[in-house]
Antibody, heavy 112, light 107 residues
Framework: EVQVVESGGGLVQPGGSLRLSCTAS????????INWVRQVPGNRPEWVSH????????YYADSVKGRFTISRDNSKNLVFLQMNNLRDEDTGIYYC?????WGQGTPVTVSS | DTQLTQSPSSLSASVGDGVTITCRAS??????VGWYQQRPGKGPKRLIY???DLHDGVPSRFTGSGSGTEFTLTINGLQPEDFATYYC?????????FGGGTRVDIK
């Protein structure tokens, strides 16, 4: 059974930073590209970032470009989302998605 | 960006009914279309990928079809656990985008 688990969310002030982590089991981690997606409850999901299998290529939504950085460590089955200069509008539940499997999400609240 | 427009935005149906949800893309998206189900308080779960392929463990009452810019999700024989919100997704071009959602309620 495939399991995806996100962690690292929390409450942070505007301008602050957080580092989200995601791990997965039940699949060969390094064979799959990975996306981070966020969602404000009641709204549609919003794609945030994508990293290819080897980590060579990375893509970002315009709303986070220059502030967020995605990375991965295939030896540890981990993917990260470093979020800097956080804004109120970055608030939401952040999900890690791997070949169609999503975790339960980790909540991020940006507020003073 | 590729915009996805879902219709209807909500519908009411009874257990056993068949329902169809439509997703229209603002430009061609190849076969890179998927459908997700989200129950209240839970994360989205993939039902369909590549237009019509069932995700692991998804019941066969869920069917995806379409081509070009118009795609549909059909549920044949609604079950109590199917009352949820459904989203389409395109991953043909970045940014990956989602439809606005269709809420399926019990009549």
């Amino acid at each position: 059974e495939v399991q995806v688990v996100e962690s690292g969310g929390g409450l942070v002030q505007p301008g602050g930073s957080l580092r989200l982590s995601c791990t997965a089991s039940g699949l060969i981690f390094g064979r799959w590209s990975i996306n981070w997606v966020r969602q404000v409850p009641g709204n549609r999901p919003e794609w945030v970032s994508h990293i290819t299998e080897s980590g060579t290529s990375k893509y970002y939504a315009d709303s986070v470009k220059g502030r967020f950085t995605i990375s991965r460590d295939n030896s540890k089955n981990l993917v990260f989302l470093q979020m800097n200069n956080l804004r109120d509008e970055d608030t939401g539940i952040y999900y890690c998605a791997i070949t169609g499997y999503w975790g339960q999400g980790t909540p991020v609240t940006v507020s003073s | 960006d590729t915009q996805l427009t879902q219709s209807p935005s909500s519908l009411s149906a009874s257990v056993g009914d068949g329902v169809t949800i439509t997703c229209r893309a603002s430009q061609a998206v190849g076969i890179d279309v998927g459908w997700y189900q989200q129950r209240p308080g839970k994360g989205p779960k993939r039902l369909i990928y590549a237009v019509s392929d069932l995700h692991d463990g998804v019941p066969s009452r869920f069917t995806g079809s379409g081509s070009g810019t118009e795609f549909t999700l059909t549920i044949n024989g609604l079950q109590p656990e199917d009352f949820a919100t459904y989203y389409c997704l395109q991953s043909n071009t970045f940014p990956i985008t989602f439809g606005g959602g269709t809420r399926v309620d019990i009549k």
